[in-house]
């Protein structure tokens, strides 16, 4: 994803210009601002604003005047707390602003998380650049044969290559044909807002997207799970690094209570409450679907 | 868009089976329900559900025991007092679900709008059909001169000729590709959930689509807008004839004071004034910059 | 909460009159739609509305065209599926509308659900009437002695009879307060939104709350919990029983996955894995803070 | 609203200690971090944190890599652009975070504006303080005998001063009592959660209220109108204030556009038309109700 060289020098100037402010300030993010991390092959994100830290979360669920003189060491244990019991609120008094470049498909699954603020890059007004989302050889993965919904082992050979052809084919010539459309030398040239339903799923869009960290760890624990499709948990782990870097108690919560917690329901307690006390228990005498059973017993060996 | 047998047979058969219900009935939407009303050239929209009708947003509004004693002119009365005074929460008391079939492009800007639920036809799991949104001649406009974000006359010509080619050869070939991927006679076949990335925009998917009343009266002023792209408006000319079925108080309202109204500023109010007053009023005289001014007359004139 | 008779009119009129729907009909809601089931001293719960059912989540989940040809028994097992996966958007394809009475402190409680649509009964433009909640003997609980947010054991003898006294003259003499300040026979009447705020927290409101089912479990997972205040409970308690007549399916996997069920932080999972290995946990070695550990081995006892 | 000693000096401590960001500043708002701005007798709001200024807006508008070298001028214009043809997502691209303090009947309908995030105070887990609202003299308002939702002229004399003895007097008994029953003195206690409901609505509360921009302009024009009660208007008009200094293009633009403007119906333009033609338009043939026609004279004399 290199930028343009207008777009870097954009960037360094933003970060070369600190002012003061009497917010709060999360040094982690401020080290992280405006610079594009890269993701895919032509994807990034962007850290372009935020708000709060740790302390707001405490402050905000004390609903207090000020930094409070509690020792940080409450502060920590009142995130936990507040993780554990499922008090989202305070979590919503934290809020970032990404920018965010990455293909259509994973722009079309991003989206469902409706409790967001999006301002996407508009096909009808400007033009799309040539971009396109070509998987990397270990990436091109053949369909599950076990999950109608996923993945298995990588193609090989010349399945793989003859995939790649088509990729990178059909896709260079859509564009071409979009830009031909487009083109007004000597001919009227197709409205924008037509032309781009040429284009396929690959292409690159880019938005800005802001979003309370609540609602943020809402879409981590779904889109950084090994459940989620690649080319979005990419964007999903790196996003878990920002904010590590701006509310690291809070994610440290989120981390043991959400990514590597699990819920049980009330027929897996029953068994794990069996198993505690010596029986042996299978399949047959959990009172669980097979399904089920291998999802919890993947919990009990994880 | 012919439904093949099988989903035409599952239809009358809904249709066949009335039950006897103590709720709200509405026999505008009753008419409706479950048949296939067509939208460009393979989409189309059906009524799957409703909740309410026009007396429910009374009801709601008095927070009344049971549809009152009031004349039913009373009700009409009620409910443009409520939609002139913006009181949106009764309209919000009556709720419809959809199953839309459309193309991905249009979808995308349909689901901008957050306040409604949606299942979506999986492609990670699913495969998708073969139906591409091809314009019909009179609508292969060309780019607006005057509106970055719009459309002028239609194309003519070889010009014409030539976009079509392109649409329908690309989607073809496109297609093509897509199931010789995802085929599994002779290889692995490549995940549905990647191969999906190859197909354009203009591929039909399909939804479940919910929403109350308030939050579709405000995607059909944007949509039914002649400022909103051709493709989107002819789904939402046809919902507004089914709203007008289902709520004709509230439809009626909402055509006198959204549909047809306008919002004007304090300097266009100010103008008006003046001009009541005899006084003639021109863009140099008006405070307003020309974008505004010609906005301001296409509503003095309209 | 013994209604007026005209209300009284106005519930038998609508439970007399069925008319024929094509839409999904829910026999357990046909029972219940329009009745009044009290709540605590003068609250109620009325289903005033509903659409959807059990075979409309799976529906909606396939995105299918009709009811589908698949055994009941194959809804159940994906209603389950959807359940335990999160996968939200099936359950908020149902809908209802309820009228509920209940105090205004627990409408304060209440109100905090923000994804749902609410009309409720003004003060400003109504007069409120005389009907204060006023505790049982046996709710009548002291202050918690562990959790401060929580209550003990109930008060007895004289300090009983006192806070009785309290709750009852002081609501009393506020509203004849209220109501002479309101009156206007020999003075002007004080403004009907400046006389409400005599009035105490326990009197009553009543509003139409509609909302999906999805968010709809939220709030009874968080309401008809133990650590739910108790007068909030009982109305999730009977809108739980509401449910559970609406859609069976739904509610049984609900009550197996989330009611029922608990979430563990990764800790918490790490010590099971242990202990059903035989090793002796205990608050020490498990690496939980005490609070955690006594509410891990709550779970565990259950 | 006289704060502590102790909160002063959290404030004090706050506003002393600049640090350096790389984020979007804004002076005004700067300038107004911390400090208790008062409302009403013991209310206030304060500027807790923001996100974002005009630029910002513009920058997600243009989803832009950096501040852009367009004039300011260009950003004015562009803003005024987004404000008049409703694109609302760039506006809720800003964010702000208040603490309120204000009446419990204040803080109901508050509430009502759902897009928000909402921390309260507990009166389950803490103690609510001795402060309630009592109007002055001129805000003693009678009923409107116009608007069944209004109010008219002060009340005067025996009434007035009678209506301040009720207010007075009923909200100190019912704190003494409220102190009483929760006193752990030689008596277990009632519990918190019970005995808040002894408390009028002219108690004080207070809250975290994280809010965009866009939000925030809704609940301004709901709030800051001439049709909102008084006591939530004072409220509204000062986060006005607070507005302007943030934003200061987007607050004329909300104020020009939304504030000093009005959505006139199809069949008021039509009027207009006919008015500006020479024509003389009476209610009679107006076509519009008696009450429209008053509004209708109200928006073209103000």
Known sequence: MPLTADQDAEIAELRSNPQPTLRAVSPGMEARLYTAHPVLDHGFVRVVDYMGDDAAICQAARVSYGRGTKAVSNDEGLIRYLMRHWHSTPFEMCE????????????????????????????RYSILDREFYIPRAQDLAAQSTVNNQGRGEALTGEEAQRVLEYLKGDAARAYDH?????????????????????????IYTQWYWKVDLHNLFH??????????????????D?????????VPFAYKAFEDYRLGGAT????????????VNGEEVTQETS?????EWREFEGVLKA
């Open 219 to 236: 879409f981590l624990r779904l889109r950084a799970d090994a459940h989620a499709q690649y080319e979005i948990r990419v964007y999903a």
């Open 287 to 291: 009172g669980m679907s097979k399904g």
């Open 178 to 202: 979009y830009e031909e459309m487009i083109g007004q030398e000597g001919q009227q040239g197709l409205a924008r807002e037509l032309a781009r339903m040429n284009l396929p799923a690959n």
């Open 96 to 123: 970032v602003k990404l920018h965010v470049k990455l293909p259509v498909f994973v722009a079309r699954q991003w989206i469902r998380h409706r409790t967001a603020n999006v301002n996407e890059y508009s096909a």
């Open 238 to 246: 790196l996003i878990c690094e920002m904010v590590k870097d701006w």
């Open 264 to 275: 049980l329901s009330a027929g897996a307690l029953d068994c794990i409450r069996r198993m």
